[in-house]
């Protein structure tokens, strides 16, 4: 179970790390736009429709990422107090209850739906320009496979730390600026 973990959990983060130079990319569209409007008043056909693809992809696709990261908001003001077997037990019963069930419908009618956009070739009804909106709704779905993979490597998580007592060691490639600065600072003091 602890490869097949690694191996969900490396899949989410190479594509939440892909989809995350789409916020370079809405960056300058959005300066570009910003120039062109204001500056010299000729605002492009293309900006609005590219920020909320570009929004919207990264959004979805960062889903797996963030649940493999453990980044969700979570209201855990009882959470936080239980044993782990106990937040094990309540997360596995909770994953099938409603995260599997919604998934598969966003699977299933998300499906539907980008293939549909798909074989029509759709684009914008909100550009002059036509902008093809068809790769966007084929992202629903993709998304929702990667949330139903990243879904059962977290299912396979809670059935090790039901069966050990504790959760099994989560990769963390990003750290808070804060932490940084914390531990830099120690590590500075120790060192005198």
Known sequence: MLGYIKWVDGLSKSIGHAFGWTVVLLTLG????????????????????????????????????????AAMVRGDFLY???????????????????????????????GRYGFDAMMIREVSVNSPVGVPVWPLKMIIFFAG????????????????????GSWPFRDQDV???EEVLIETHSTKVEST
């Open 80 to 110: 936080r107090t239980w044993k782990e077997t106990t937040q094990a037990k309540v997360d596995l019963a909770l994953y099938f209850l409603f995260y599997f069930p919604g998934i598969l419908a966003l699977i299933i009618i998300g």
């Open 175 to 177: 750290q808070e600026l």
């Open 145 to 164: 496979l990667g949330l139903f993979m990243a879904g059962t490597a977290e299912v396979c998580r809670c059935l090790i730390c039901i069966k050990t």
């Open 30 to 69: 959005t300066c570009y736009e910003v120039f062109m409007r204001y500056v010299l008043n000729n605002p492009t056909d293309w900006a609005f429709d590219m920020s909320y693809m570009f929004y919207g992809a990264l959004f979805m696709m960062a889903g797996p990422y963030t649940l493999s990261k």
